[in-house]
């Protein structure tokens, strides 16, 4: 079944500690997305990658980096410069032409900082 | 101004009632609108997209989109207990060449009473 795979579902972190979220999709879609959930907040963009190799920062990217080197593959790390990293963490992908693309997502990450 | 806001919430409704929810965005040139609903702890899943002025039905769902007013909305008729979720509502943008953006707001959550 294609989809869209995250994990670890939950992540602890200790503080100054980096930790990498792993997301992978089978899609063959273009476009992959990282978004940070916060408690009753909606889905804010951290970053966002468009073709291999190439990714732009979104809204919150501060304090997290990514890489892009297979289609299938996104991953996010966290790292300690990110103050409060604990949210809910989603990735998602959509192809990227059309304008009814909808975008597909994993199930998240739960990461905790303890 | 951010670039796509929801009513805030939350929106408590009776069984069987009409649910409006509404969503505004700030790039005129956005492309595509998206209605995604989110249990909690869940991620998030397509309800309906809408890319053309004027309504879309789908079932008890209908979306409405008004470029000129750089609106769009969401109508759950005879709303159901399950129906009590957060509604996201995201909008895709043209960033340049083919580089899509896709926007989400803080989300409504939805209450409906039995």
């Known amino acids: 079944d294609g989809g869209i795979t995250q994990s670890p579902k939950y992540l602890f972190r200790k503080e100054g500690q980096n930790v990498t979220l792993s997301c992978e999709q089978n899609?063959?879609?273009?476009?992959m997305y990282w978004y940070r959930q916060d408690p009753g907040q909606g889905l804010r963009l951290i970053y966002y990658?468009?073709?291999?190799?190439?990714?732009q920062k979104g809204d919150i990217a501060e304090g997290y980096s990514v890489s892009r080197e297979k289609k299938e593959s996104f991953p996010l790390t966290v790292t300690s410069a990110q103050k409060n990293p604990t949210a809910f963490y989603l990735c998602?992908?959509?192809?990227?032409?059309?304008?009814?693309?909808?975008?597909?997502f994993g199930q998240g990450t739960r990461l905790t900082v303890v | 101004q951010k670039e796509v806001e929801q009513n805030s919430g939350p929106l408590s409704v009776p069984e069987g009632a009409i649910a409006s929810l509404n969503c505004t965005y700030s790039?005129?040139?956005?492309?595509?609108f998206f209605w995604y609903r989110q249990y909690s702890g869940k991620s998030p899943e397509l309800i309906m997209f809408?890319?053309?002025?004027g309504d879309k039905e789908d079932g008890r769902f209908t979306a409405q989109l008004n470029k000129a007013s750089q609106y769009v909305s969401l109508l759950i008729r005879d709303s159901q207990p399950s129906d009590s979720a957060t509604y996201l509502c995201?909008?895709?943008?043209?960033?340049?060449?083919?580089?899509?953006?896709?926007?989400f707001g803080k989300g409504t959550l939805l209450t409906v009473n039995p």
């Open positions: 998602a992908s959509t192809q990227q032409g059309g304008r009814a693309t909808e975008a597909f």
């Open positions: 899609l063959n879609h273009d476009a």
């Open positions: 990658s468009q073709i291999v190799n190439d990714f």
């Open positions: 790039d005129r040139g956005s492309q595509s």
């Open positions: 809408i890319y053309s002025n």
């Open positions: 995201a909008v895709k943008s043209l960033r340049g060449g083919s580089n899509y953006k896709l926007t």
